[in-house]
C-alpha cells in the first residue's frame, strides 16, 4: 500500500519530486523516482512495506523493459507467482508488484482478469512506448488524472497533481453535487481538469495523451451470476464460508494485522474469522458514549461485547472535542475533494492509534452494508412501494405536515425523509434516496451568479447514465445496491478509508468486497438480503454460530458522530468565524443573509439543515487548503 504519481509529457522533472513529497505519508518506509525525459516519462513512489520489507520490494520496480509504479495489494499473488514460476519465470523478490509485472509481461492488458485484489497502479513499456493504467473493480485504491495541453499526470491524490497545474479552475458542477450529496458521484472533483478513473476501468497514454480508455470490469448481478437456486439453509451456510475465505484470504502479509471493531455485524463478522488466524488480533474502536447524537445507540458497548466474546484486545480512541476545528481541518486537507460526513475522523483516530501501536494493515467491514442491504434507505425502498396505495393528495398534505414539526427530533426527520420524493419513480427515486440536501435549501442560499453557471447542470446525470447501463429487468431494491456498490461505496466509503488510514500510513482491506464474496452475494435473492423488515437477514442467519444474538440484532448506527450537535453547540462560532461575510463574498457561491437565516431555522428545528451547513464549511476548508495556497 502506497503513494503513486507519474506523467507522461513537456513538465519538467522536478514537479515529479514535488509531488513525490506531497503523497510521503502513503509510504513514509521509502520512496525513489524513475525518469526518461527523452521519452518525457516519470514515475514516482513513495512504499508502505507489507510484502516483503526488504530492498527488493523497491519501487518504481523494472523488469525488462518494463517499469511499475503500483498502490495495492494482490491476495492471489503467490498462486499467481506460482503458476509464472511454472512458465519459467525466475523471481528476484518476494512481492506482489513483481508478480503483476511478470503478469503483464506474460498475459498483456488481460493481465486485469488475473487479479484477485485491491490496486491501481501504471506500467510504462519502453518497447511500445505506452503507459498503461489501471485501477482495481470496485475503486478501493483512488487514482486521479490530469490531461490538458501540456500532458497527462497521475497520482493516488488529487493533491499529488497540483504542482502539474497552472490554473486551478473550480468544476461547479462537481461542487453542486457535492453539497447535494455530501460527495460527489463519478469522475467529477472540484478541479475542472482533474477526474478520477472509474473503478474497473484501464487506460493507455501515449506521448502525454489518452488514447484509449476501457472498462475491464463489471460489477455483478444476479442475471451475470445467475439467480441461485439452492434452499436457504445452503446459501446461509455458503454465505459465512464464502466470508472465511474472504477474511483469511486477507490476512496475508508480512507485519501484523489488526481490525476496526465498531461492534456492528460486519466489523464483528470480519474480526471473528479474522481471529480464527490471529487470535491475538489487536481491534480498535471510539469513545462515543458521551455528548451522541439525540436517538443514536452508542458502539462502544457493543465493541466491547463482541471483544469479550472473541477474547480479543479492544483499544479505544477517546476524542478530543477542543481540537475539533482542528481535526477537521486536518481531515479536509487529506481527503482531497470534499466530503461533509464526520465518519472519516473515526477513520484517522483509529488508524493513528494502530500505527503508534505498530499496526500496518488493519481490516474493515466496509462494504457489507452495500452488497448485503444495511442501510435505512434500503428498508425505505420496500416501505415506499406501498405508498403507490395512498391517494397522492394525502401524501401532499403529510409532507407539508412534517414541515411544522421540531426537527431536532430524529422521528420527524426520518418521516420527512422518507416522503420527500414519495411521488417519484424509476431511476430518480432510486437517486433520490442518496440526497442530503434539500433542492430548495440550496437555491435559497446560492447566489445568483453561482445559479447561472449550474443552471443547465444535473449532479445526479451521472447516476442516471450508469443506471441506464443494467437490466431494467431487475428488481428495484438491486439497482439501489448497485448504485451503492458503483457511487456512494466508491466515492464516498471507499475514498475517505483510504485517505485517513493512509495519512498515517496504515493499510486497510474490506473482506466484504473480496471478487468471490461479492460474486457470491450478487447472486443471492434480494429476497434473503432484506426479509420483511429485516436488513441483511442473510448475514444474520449466517452469523447466529459465532455471534451473541444481541450483537446480530442491535440497533443499526453509522460509525459516525454527532454532527447536529456539533453545529449547533461545539461548532457553532467556528461556523460563523469560517463562514463570514467577507469570506462568502469572496468565493460567490452562497449568500451571506441566506445563510443566517438557514443556520437559525435549522437550529430552532424548522428545517434539517446541519448536514448542509457542514457541507459549506469543510467546502470552506478545502477552498483555504487548495484554492488560497
Known amino acids: 500500500m502506497c503513494g503513486i504519481v507519474g506523467y507522461s509529457g513537456s513538465y519538467a522533472a522536478d514537479k515529479l519530486k514535488t509531488s513525490l513529497n506531497l503523497l510521503l505519508h502513503r509510504g513514509p518506509d521509502s520512496n525513489g523516482q524513475f525518469i526518461d525525459n527523452a521519452a518525457r516519462i516519470g514515475l514516482a513512489h513513495a512504499r508502505l512495506s507489507i510484502l516483503d520489507v526488504s530492498d527488493a520490494g523497491r519501487q518504481p520496480m523494472s523488469y525488462e523493459n518494463l517499469i511499475i509504479s503500483y498502490n495495492g495489494e494482490i491476495y492471489n499473488f503467490v498462486e499467481l507467482r506460482e503458476e509464472l514460476i511454472a512458465k519459467g519465470h ?72 497540483l504542482p502539474f497545474i ?68 445452503s446459501i446461509i451456510n455458503q454465505t459465512s464460508t464464502v466470508l472465511r475465505e474472504a477474511v483469511h484470504r486477507q490476512m496475508i502479509s508480512d507485519v501484523p494485522v489488526g481490525a476496526f471493531l465498531s461492534g456492528g455485524l460486519d466489523s464483528s463478522s470480519v474480526v471473528c474469522f479474522a481471529r480464527e488466524i ?79 501501536s505498530g499496526i500496518k494493515v488493519l481490516l474493515s467491514g466496509a462494504g457489507g452494508d452495500d452488497i448485503l442491504t444495511g442501510y435505512r434507505r434500503h428498508l425505505a425502498l420496500n ?53 442530503w440536501a434539500k433542492t430548495t435549501h440550496l437555491q435559497d442560499v446560492y447566489t445568483s451568479d453561482f445559479k447561472k453557471h449550474i443552471s443547465e447542470c444535473v449532479g445526479s446525470q451521472v447516476m442516471h447514465e450508469y443506471i441506464n447501463t443494467i437490466d431494467q429487468e431487475l428488481p428495484q431494491l438491486e439497482k439501489m445496491l448497485l448504485l451503492e456498490q458503483r457511487f456512494f461505496l466508491a466515492d464516498h466509503n471507499l475514498i475517505y478509508t483510504d485517505k485517513m488510514s493512509m495519512a498515517s500510513g496504515v493499510e486497510v482491506r474490506v473482506p466484504f468486497l473480496d471478487k468471490e464474496f461479492v460474486t457470491f452475494a450478487a447472486g443471492i435473492p434480494v429476497g ?7 436488513a441483511k437477514w442473510i448475514l444474520k442467519e449466517a452469523m447466529k454460530p459465532f455471534l451473541p444474538h444481541d450483537i446480530i440484532y442491535r440497533p443499526k448506527t453509522g460509525f459516525g458522530l454527532p454532527i447536529r450537535r456539533w453545529i449547533h453547540n461545539d461548532l457553532s462560532e467556528f461556523v460563523n468565524d469560517t463562514l463570514n461575510i467577507d469570506t462568502l463574498k469572496k468565493r460567490n457561491i452562497f449568500s451571506f443573509d441566506e445563510l443566517q437565516k438557514l443556520i437559525i431555522a435549522d437550529k430552532n ?20 487548503n487548495f484554492i488560497d495556497q
Not at 486521479?144 to 501540456?150: A, G
Not at 434473503?528 to 429485516?534: A, E, G, I, V, W
Not at 428545517?607 to 448542509?612: P, Q, R, T
Open 528 to 534: 434473503l438480503k432484506q426479509s420483511k423488515t429485516q
Open 166 to 233: 497552472s490554473d486551478r479552475q473550480l468544476d461547479e458542477t462537481a461542487i453542486d453535487s457535492y453539497l447535494k450529496f455530501l460527495w460527489c458521484p463519478g469522475k467529477r472533483t472540484p478541479f475542472k481538469n482533474i477526474k478520477k478513473l472509474s473503478p474497473g476501468h484501464a487506460m493507455v497514454v501515449r506521448q502525454g495523451s489518452i488514447k484509449s480508455v476501457w472498462q475491464w470490469y463489471n460489477l455483478p448481478t444476479s442475471k451475470s451470476v445467475g439467480l441461485s437456486k439452492e434452499n436457504k439453509r
Open 605 to 624: 428545528g424548522k428545517i434539517d439543515a446541519s448536514y448542509l451547513i457542514f457541507s459549506m464549511l469543510c467546502l470552506e476548508l478545502w477552498m483555504q
Open 383 to 435: 416501505a415506499n412501494y406501498w405508498l403507490k396505495f395512498v391517494p397522492s393528495s394525502f401524501l401532499a398534505v403529510a409532507t407539508k405536515g412534517f414541515e411544522k414539526f421540531d426537527f431536532r427530533k430524529p422521528i420527524f426527520r426520518k418521516f420527512s425523509k422518507f416522503l420527500d420524493g414519495a411521488s417519484l419513480g424509476g431511476a430518480e427515486l432510486l437517486i433520490n434516496y442518496f440526497r
Open 278 to 356: 490471529n487470535k491475538n488480533i489487536q481491534c480498535f474502536t471510539i469513545d462515543d458514549t458521551i455528548g451522541g447524537e439525540i436517538g443514536s445507540t452508542p458502539d462502544l458497548p457493543y465493541a466491547r461485547r463482541v471483544a469479550k466474546h472473541l477474547g480479543v484486545d479492544l483499544n479505544v480512541i477517546n476524542m478530543e472535542p477542543t481540537k475539533l476545528a482542528e481535526h477537521l481541518k486536518k481531515m479536509v486537507y487529506h481527503l482531497d475533494e470534499p466530503i461533509s460526513d464526520p465518519a472519516p475522523l473515526n477513520a484517522l483516530f483509529i488508524s493513528q492509534l494502530a500505527r503508534e
Open 90 to 161: 525466475q523471481f528476484k523478490s518476494k512481492t506482489d508488484t513483481e508478480v503483476i509485472l511478470r503478469l503483464y509481461r506474460e498475459h498483456g492488458k488481460d493481465m486485469l482478469q488475473y487479479l484477485d485484489g485491491i490496486f491501481a497502479f501504471a506500467i510504462w513499456n519502453k518497447v511500445d512506448e505506452e503507459l498503461f493504467i489501471a485501477r482495481d473493480g470496485f475503486g478501493i485504491k483512488p487514482l486521479y488524472y490530469l490531461d490538458d495541453k501540456n500532458g497527462f499526470a497521475f497520482g493516488s491524490e488529487v493533491k499529488s497533481l
